[in-house]
């Protein structure tokens, strides 16, 4: 179980740990949507949160966010408690949120026009991350002259621009079309291996979550708590292409399954 | 595209036909032909009264309709924005919206007398209403998503107010200004028909009391013509700057 | 609102705003404002005298005349408009005309083609509703969901089981909303027509009232009818809650 990437063989067998979520519990009301849930997010790794609808995986990642309060329990983003929004932390939106009067290149400036860093800069810098995610030419359209896939590359773009330690991402592709999520996907690992960064992913596809991640936590509802954490080690280090046909990967979709599909309506 | 022009064209002309034909029947003695009301525009316009008549209609309209976009869009932002202003004031225009408000223009002449001051209240009360109800509510409905994502890239209030919520609700508050413009015609006639006969209400009543129906007709036409046509133009303009404004959400 | 951590129902500000205009009456600013207790008590005074009543008869009468035209007239153009494309652009534009033409400039010519009386008046209120419920009944014949049709021809309905079982109710919603707003347009046509023709219902009695200033009575019959339309409003609101309840979910 030692082996997690190629590159960190060498590394001791307990990953750096970027986020940890303590005893975090929310609650509406009188519902408990989360409780006493606890769960490590390793440096440098996606981790993906997996689970049935209303298993609260979204507001788990709200509260990572600092977008909601946890009721009770603590969340550290590199030893600091989160008590709000903050900016080691970078979100991408399921709904991708961008600003329909705003060109592409403002879209993908905003969180820097929002830190206050100069036009000339944010606009040089969201310039390479518009090339980086593939929409150099669009840099002047406005949102609805793009497909889904392209507005979620420019919400992926947003994101990357503002250079955060952790990027959060509630179900980035689940509005998007079949190809371009595949597209995604491989784009996803390839961010993982150069941008140093730690992923923390919500997906409501067991093939999505296994395919793109180093760490799958499998959350359960009503109230909200982690049953279990895989980590798949033998398929991370081959070509894109033949991860879908790995034993390992198809071991892990199918045991997974077999795990939540009681909890399907 | 031509086939849309030719039978919009035919729309047109079947309609003054029957006006024009159902004036030389004539269907009442108070029905004049299409032909002599377009001529009695026609003299009007020539001979300045026209022009001179809308020179004084229009007034109390532009005070009226300036003085309610700003009270109406700043009483709208207060209530979208605050749940005190919401409380206190909401009700009001609620109660405005669904009331006939024609009715208080007896009160605001005995109060402001028979000149602009009550011409320009009617005009308000009249537009007033949609505008703050529309601010109000393209304020708070702005997509929450769109607010969260400004609050996760550390907006400040203040760039959530300036970035976000006023820039999402400006095309329903444009369409609340025209909504505004709309009722404020009604007001602005409503006013030179019952307060005082001004303007373009002038020559309505004038011409219908020495039985100069064609005139009568005329004036009516063009000021019909002048709103539908202005309120035409605001409806292109709110397409133009805000083309796309409500698409560009996941949902379309 | 909160108010020591208990939610203010949401009208409940009206209560303080009538207390204010108590106090301002009572103080005896402006000679306009006369006390709230005072135009209630003149309320209670003259709702029962033949006058009003005439006055809420005529109006009534007028109203639902003209709400009557509006509706059984509207909604069968509406639906045809939007079943039929050369119906539709025919009509369309002179909808939107109207739809946003000042309306008030056409009273004087319902004056003097149909004289001084009721007549115009309901005119006037149908031409304030119409439009807006053509508007809509097209709009919700358009909006049907194309594989609802085809499911229903599939299934092999007949153009008249298609009709009643399919567009009518699929576009229900719709209409309820225009037939909603008609109402509340209606409502104001009816008060404007009567304004204009001051001989009948409520005209009369406000040139009355504020010709002799009697203003607690003036404000008493303002406060019925605000009242009486903003509770229809209400009502319709309601009622188009209740059965546009499948609206978002189709």
Redesign the interface.
């Known amino acids: 179980m030692s082996q997690i990437k190629p590159l960190h063989m060498a590394e001791p067998a307990i990953p750096d740990i970027a986020v940890s979520v303590m005893d975090v519990s929310k609650n509406y009301g009188s519902v408990e949507a989360l409780k006493n849930l606890s769960l490590e997010f390793p440096r440098g790794e996606l981790t993906s949160l997996l689970g049935p609808s209303g298993c609260g995986k979204t507001t788990l990642l709200k509260i990572i966010a600092g977008l909601l309060p946890a009721t009770a329990g603590k969340i550290e983003v590199n030893g600091v408690a989160v008590e709000g929004p903050g900016d080691d932390r970078a979100f991408v939106f399921q709904d991708f949120a961008l600003l329909p009067w705003a060109t592409v290149l403002r879209n993908v400036a905003f969180g820097l026009e929002l830190r206050g860093v100069a036009k000339a800069e944010r606009e040089d810098r969201a310039n390479t991350y518009i090339k980086n995610v593939g929409l150099e030419g669009f840099e002047q359209s406005y949102p609805h002259e793009l497909s889904g896939g392209m507005r979620q590359r420019v919400g992926l773009a947003r994101a990357l621009s503002v250079d955060s330690q952790v990027l959060l991402l509630d179900e980035p592709f689940s509005a998007v079309d079949e190809q371009n999520r595949r597209k995604f996907q491989e784009d996803m690992l390839e961010l993982v291996a150069t941008e140093q960064k730690t992923f923390i992913f919500v997906t409501h596809s067991i093939e999505e979550a296994v395919y793109v991640s180093d760490q799958i936590a499998i959350l359960l509802p009503r109230p909200s708590r982690v049953s279990e954490v895989i980590r798949p080690t033998g398929f991370r280090h081959k070509d894109v292409a033949n991860i879908r046909r790995d034993t390992e990967y198809l071991d892990i979709v199918d045991r997974i399954w077999s795990s939540l599909r009681n909890y399907v309506e | 595209m031509q086939r849309s022009l030719i039978i919009k064209l035919s729309s047109a002309v079947f309609v003054f036909g029957a006006w024009e034909i159902a004036g030389r029947i004539p269907v009442s003695y108070a029905f004049p032909t299409f032909i002599d009301s377009m001529a009695a525009l026609a003299r009007m316009s020539l001979d300045g009264s026209l022009l001179a008549a809308y020179g004084e209609t229009l007034q109390p309209l532009v005070v009226g309709l300036i003085i309610s976009a700003f009270a109406g869009i700043g009483m709208g932002l207060a209530i979208g924005l605050n749940a005190k202003s919401e409380w206190l004031f909401s009700p009001i225009f609620i109660v405005m919206q669904a009331a006939p408000l024609a009715a208080l223009i007896p009160i605001l002449v005995m109060a402001y007398g028979i000149g602009l001051t009550s011409k320009v209240a009617v005009v308000c009360i009249m537009a007033m209403p949609v505008i703050v109800l529309n601010t109000s509510s393209a304020v708070r409905n702005t997509p929450v998503s769109m607010k969260e994502m400004a609050t996760s890239f550390l907006a400040t209030k203040r760039d959530v107010l300036l970035k976000i919520v006023i820039p999402a609700a400006s095309p329903v508050i444009f369409s609340g200004l025209r909504l505004g413009v709309s009722a404020g015609f009604i007001g602005a006639i409503l006013a030179e028909l019952k307060i005082t006969p001004t303007g373009v209400g002038d020559i309505i009543t004038y011409s219908r009391s020495i039985a100069d129906y064609a005139s009568m007709y005329a004036a009516i036409f063009s000021i019909i013509v002048l709103a539908v046509v202005f309120l035409n133009l605001l409806e292109k303009l709110e397409n133009i700057l805000f083309a796309g404004n409500n698409r560009g959400y996941v949902s379309d | 609102?909160?108010l020591f951590g208990r939610r203010?129902p949401?009208?409940?500000?009206?209560i303080?705003?009538g207390l204010l205009w108590e106090v301002v009456g009572r103080l005896g600013i402006?000679f306009?404002i006369p006390p709230l207790s005072e135009i209630f008590i003149t309320l209670f005074e003259i709702i029962g005298t033949p006058a009003v009543l005439k006055a809420l008869g005529e109006t009534s009468y007028a109203f639902l005349m003209g709400v009557f035209y509006a509706i059984f007239i509207g909604i069968p153009v509406g639906i045809l408009m939007g079943q039929n494309r050369?119906i539709d652009?025919?009509?369309l534009?002179?909808v939107n005309?109207f739809l946003?033409?000042?309306?008030?400039?056409?009273?004087?010519?319902l004056?003097?083609?149909f004289g001084f009386g009721m007549t115009s008046i309901i005119i006037t209120t149908t031409l304030f509703a119409i439009w807006i419920i053509i508007l809509n009944s097209r709009a919700g014949v358009k909006q049907i969901n194309r594989s609802l049709v085809e499911m229903a021809r599939s299934f092999g309905a007949s153009p008249f089981d298609a009709f009643f079982k399919i567009y009518f109710w699929a576009a229900l919603p719709e209409i309820i909303g225009g037939v909603r707003i008609g109402l509340?347009r209606a409502?104001?046509g009816?008060?404007?027509g009567q304004?204009?023709i001051s001989v009948v219902g409520?005209g009369a009695l406000?040139?009355l009232?504020?010709s002799n200033?009697l203003m607690a009575h003036?404000?008493a019959v303002?406060v019925l009818?605000?009242a009486l339309?903003?509770t229809?409003?209400?009502c319709l609101g309601w009622l188009e809650k209740r059965v546009s309840y499948y609206a978002s979910s189709r």
Not at chain 3, 10 to 14: D, R
């Open positions: 609102m909160y203010l949401n009208m409940s500000s009206l303080f705003w402006s306009f050369l652009e025919l009509l534009p002179w005309i946003s033409a000042p309306l008030t400039a056409l009273v004087p010519v004056m003097v083609l509340i409502v104001k009816v008060i404007i304004l204009l409520f406000f040139e009232y504020s200033f003036f404000w303002l009818l605000f339309a903003f229809l409003a209400e």
